[in-house]
């Protein structure tokens, strides 16, 4: 295994290990340092999956902003004694998530990942000489040609900014308008009731 | 030919006219009502000569080896469809239902009239002619209609009038409760008849009776269904017609008026049975069985109605017996296939019997102001006597009709009596035609029992019977001395004729539409009357029908001799058509059994020699049962209260726990108590919701990733 | 070159230990950091596929920077209702916030 795989495996198991400290330790502050830690890493694992972009994005809002918010969010609703972090169900929310782990974990390993040129190959019963295109994950028309599958390519900051205002043009609108309604329905749930924004003070007598 | 349905339509016009009519007030609506009535039972009356004169051309005298199917005239008119089902209203000319168009419009008019004079003053006058136009018209369907369907309309229809006009003065219990035990008997038989058709359209699918008739003949249905059909068409008849043992309404519909009587109970509604009978003819000969049970019915109805008939008092109680002993001898010559004679003494008897209805009605309502008050009924043969003398037309018509209907030479009864017992003999009937002799003895002996009571010797009503004691004369034996001194009630003392009755010397309970709410105009002309309290002749509206009756109670026979002048004969067969001759041997038993039967009558109700009570004395068991008609309306009594109320009630209780309960109430109930079960689930938590959602997103996975295979095959 | 099921495996534990995290926790901030976590492991499922499966049109990166914004917008709402409630009930319990049952 050369260096890229361990570092991957590395980054992966310290990830779990701070998830897994995320939702059961008692003490509320350790969970959202572990947070930060966890998504920090998460952002090293996009760097070895090869989205350098979205790794600094990643490391900027999550482990930037996010972390922040999260820990004004706790000292703001500090509760006056020690509580109980857990439910007393949580041996079936347990449970509950394990059987989905199997149930992905067995997805993930039946099926056919058309990884390879020659995976891809053999499940469109190509012809010699006929221009074979494959369409990966499933039912998207205009597939990509066969003979560049499995190529790796790093996707840089000037592609993904092309992508975003030329083919997705329309989500990114989408998402601005999203983060627009989030701030200005926060700034109103967030204010206390009652509260007048401006009102004019009766002149001092 | 094509007229013949505007004979029914006529009298239906008038039924609905009448109807509308009604919303006038005042006394125009009766006059009205009447007219219009009488105009078109008369009409259909002309029009029956004009179909009679026509069919005489078209059918013609063909006699002989023809089959009947060549003697029918019909047509057939596109009604209604239901699903693949064509209904057709389909009316037949043969000389069968020819027949019964002009006896049901001879006397429906003749009746009519004479309903002037009956029913006058009465403040329904208008709807007793509208329901006799009403029944006129669907009798007049029930004989042309070749269809069993609209057969089973008419019929039902014709058993609606009977109820009408049978509890016509219904604030009297009694007569209510008259009309409903009719219709109640005859729809115990009518269910029969419907299932009988049912069974004939489920095996053939159709109504029609030239289909059902040509599948019969040609042998493709099975015996037993044709035997089953017939049996229970036949079930049909027997209600109508009063058969044993479905008899036991037509004594009761005695509390109609008597012109209803002697229209729809003597002639022509009862009538309807046998000539169901006759007119489902090829189905009943396919099957011996059915038409072994036809004549046995037949055979016993006969004998055992004449022997109630012997004790009766009421007049119109011993015609009603009378009746149903006669519907028997018809039914009994259709059992042994003497068909022929069967039709021909119905023909005849509708005739002398209605004539014998009307007279005593003539009697009863001249009775009536002469025994107002004294709480005896007009129609007690008890209380006449002597009415010769008074009622001359009556008297004379009521003789011949008598004589007739005893089977004496040379009245129509003669021709047909002889005509059914010489049917049976000839077809090897031997118990039937002995019963039938026999009977017509009692007969002869109940019908002139009746007219030396009521029309000779001295009378003996309550007033007159005062008068002849004080004046001396020997009062005859038939009333206990104790009657004579009081004139309210009756005495607790039996009568000499009446040892031992279920309620010893109780008279025959009035009918009399007695009181002023029948009949407020009649309270002037009582107190008239009052003064004469004598039985006098009836006005000429009443007295002119029974003259014209009468004639064709003589003459009626004569189209029926055999050897000289048959036509009858020759038109109305099943078959080839019999050619006989009279059988003296019949002939001369029957007449001989009239002539006794009158004789017994004469020596012991005219010159006493043989004192009834005597009689009476020597059989006290055999006279009570013949008294209370064989205890047979105690013994429905009580198998309605303990049979059919038991299911009833059954049924009643079922409803309420199982249907209303259980089904209505709990399904009411049970989205309720799901509802505040269900409840439960919200929780207000985070937790239970996101839980839910885990739940579902696990099963969702396991299903895409293919653990359920079945499920996924489905899917995609 | 890591396996592509290897990767999904990984994505598929953190997703799961996320979502017992939801359905654990009583404190709502942490409901909401558990959820965090759940997003972070579509995230990486989705550039997964992206540089695998279909690396010449790069849609599973572009999916993901949606994702993160979105999640970034929720949580920032998230955590303003959960101060709302605080200041009207001072607490953050999700077991004790339960108007809303029958």
């Known amino acids: ?205 | ?716 | 070159m890591v396996p592509l099921e290897h990767i999904l495996i990984f994505s598929a534990a953190m997703f799961c230990i996320g979502l017992y995290g939801v359905m654990a926790r009583r404190n709502a901030v942490l409901v909401l950091m558990s959820i965090e976590l759940m997003l972070n492991a579509v995230a990486i499922n989705l550039v997964a596929f992206a540089g695998r499966l279909d690396p010449q049109r790069f849609a599973g990166i572009i999916f993901a920077i949606f994702v993160i914004t979105v999640a970034a917008a929720e949580l920032g709402l998230g955590l303003a209702i959960v101060l709302r409630v605080y200041r009207m009930r001072t607490t953050v319990d999700v077991d004790e916030i339960d108007l809303m049952r029958w």
Not at chain 2, 208 to 230: H, K, N, W, Y
Not at chain 2, 664 to 673: E, I, L, M, S, Y
């Open chain 2, 1 to 716: 030919m094509d007229y013949a349905w505007l004979i029914p339509a006529l009298c239906a016009g008038a039924f609905f006219f009448n109807i509308i009519v009604s919303r006038q007030t005042g006394r125009l609506k009766h006059g009205l009502s009447a007219a219009v009535s009488i105009a078109a039972i008369l009409a259909g009356f002309a029009l029956f000569i004009v179909v009679f004169a026509g069919a005489t051309e078209q059918l013609g005298e063909a006699s002989a080896s023809t089959e009947s199917a060549q003697h029918l005239l019909f047509d057939r008119v596109p009604w209604f469809q239901v699903g693949s089902y064509p209904f057709f209203g389909t009316m037949v000319l043969d000389w069968v239902s020819i027949m019964m168009l002009g006896v049901v419009t001879f006397l429906s008019a003749l009746i009519q009239i004479y309903s002037i004079g009956y029913m006058h003053g009465d403040n329904r006058f208008w709807w007793f002619f509208a329901v006799m136009s009403l029944f006129a018209a669907a009798m007049c369907t029930l004989v042309l209609s070749y269809n069993f369907l609209l057969l089973y309309m008419a019929w039902e229809l014709v058993g609606l009038c009977s109820y009408l006009l049978i509890g016509f003065w219904y604030h009297e219990r009694d007569n209510a409760e008259a009309a409903k035990k009719a219709f109640v008997t005859t729809r115990v038989g009518d269910v029969g008849f419907f299932i009988g058709i049912a069974i004939l359209f489920v095996q053939t699918g159709t109504f029609q009776m030239d289909e059902i008739f040509r599948r019969v003949q040609l042998g493709s249905l099975s015996p037993g269904i044709v035997t089953a059909a017939g049996i229970l068409i036949f079930l049909g008849a027997m209600g109508k017609s009063g058969q044993f043992p479905l008899h036991v309404w037509l004594p009761d519909a005695m509390a109609g008026p008597t012109p209803v009587s002697a229209l729809l109970h003597s002639a022509t509604m009862v009538a309807a049975g046998v000539y169901l009978i006759a007119r489902a003819y090829p189905l009943f000969a396919a099957s011996p069985i059915t038409l072994g049970v036809v004549a046995t019915i037949g055979t016993i109805t006969l004998i055992f109605a004449a022997t109630i008939a012997l004790t009766q008092r009421d007049i119109k109680k011993i015609l009603a017996y009378s009746t149903v002993s006669q519907l028997g001898y018809m039914v009994m010559a259709l059992g042994v296939g003497a068909y022929t004679a069967g039709l021909f003494h119905l023909f005849t008897h509708a005739f002398f019997k209605a004539l014998l209805f009307l007279g005593a009605g003539s009697v009863i309502h001249s009775l009536e102001p002469v025994l107002h008050g004294t709480g005896k009924s007009p129609n007690d043969i008890f209380w006449m006597g002597g009415l010769r003398k008074r009622m001359p037309v009556t008297f004379w018509t009521f003789l011949i009709a008598a004589l007739s209907l005893a089977g004496i030479f040379p009245f129509a009864g003669f021709w047909s009596k002889d005509a059914i017992l010489g049917g049976a003999l000839g077809a090897g009937a031997w118990l039937p035609f002995i019963i039938g002799l026999i009977t017509a003895f009692l007969t002869a002996f109940y019908m002139f029992r009746a007219i030396f009571l009521a029309f000779f010797g001295e009378p003996r009503w309550p007033a007159a019977l005062g008068q002849a004691a004080a004046a001396g004369h020997a009062v005859p034996e038939l009333v206990a001395p104790g009657v004579l001194a009081t004139a309210a009630t009756e005495p607790a003392a039996a009568g000499a004729m009446d040892v031992q009755t279920r309620e010893p010397g109780e008279d025959v309970p009035a009918h009399v539409p007695a009181g002023p709410q029948s009949r407020p105009e009649q309270t002037a002309a009582e107190e008239h009357h009052a003064h004469q309290t004598l039985p006098h002749e009836s006005p000429w509206v009443m007295a002119l029908p029974l003259v014209l009756i009468c004639v064709l109670a003589i003459g009626a026979g004569w189209v029926g001799i055999p050897g000289l002048f048959n036509p009858f004969a020759e038109a109305i067969h099943f078959g080839s058509p019999a050619e006989e001759a009279i059988n003296p041997v019949a002939a001369g038993l029957g007449l001989l059994a009239g002539l006794l039967g009158i004789g017994l009558a004469a020596i012991m109700y005219w010159k006493p020699l043989l004192s009834p009570a005597a009689v009476a004395n020597s059989l006290p068991g055999a006279y009570r049962w013949l008294y209370n008609k064989y205890y047979f309306d105690e013994a429905y009594q009580w198998l309605i209260d303990h049979v059919v109320l038991a299911i009833s009630a059954l049924m009643a209780t079922f409803d309420r726990k199982v249907v209303n309960d259980g089904m209505v109430d709990h399904t009411g109930q049970a989205p309720v108590g799901l509802g505040a079960r269900l409840r439960y689930l919200e929780t207000g938590r985070v937790y239970t919701y996101a839980f839910a959602f885990v739940i579902g997103i696990v099963v969702a996975g396991a299903i895409l990733a293919g653990i359920f295979p079945s499920i996924t095959a489905n899917f995609w």
């Open chain 1, 1 to 205: 295994m050369d260096l890229g795989q361990f570092l991957f495996y590395a980054a992966a198991a310290a990830t779990l290990i701070a998830s897994l400290g995320v939702v059961l330790t008692r003490h509320v502050v350790y969970s959202a340092l572990l947070l930060v830690l966890a998504l920090s890493l998460t952002g090293l694992i996009y760097l070895l999956l090869l989205a350098d972009f979205l790794a600094l994005v990643q490391i900027l809002i999550y482990g930037g902003t996010v972390s922040v918010l999260l820990v004004f969010a706790l000292m703001l609703t500090r509760p006056q004694e020690r509580p109980v972090l857990t439910h007393r169900g949580w041996p079936l929310a347990a449970l509950g998530a394990v059987v989905l782990f199997a149930i992905l974990l067995y997805q993930s390993l039946a099926t056919p990942w058309l990884t390879s040129v020659s995976d891809a190959r053999a499940a469109i019963g190509a012809t010699p000489g006929v221009a074979a295109t494959a369409t990966p994950l499933g039912r998207s028309p205009g597939g990509v040609p066969v003979a560049r599958l499995g190529e790796p390519f790093r996707a840089g900051p000037s592609d993904i900014g092309t992508a975003l205002f030329s083919t997705w043009a329309v989500p990114f609108e989408i998402a601005s308008l999203v983060l627009l309604v989030a701030l200005m329905g926060a700034l109103v749930v967030a204010r206390a009731a009652g509260e007048p924004a401006a009102e004019p003070r009766p002149p001092a007598p």
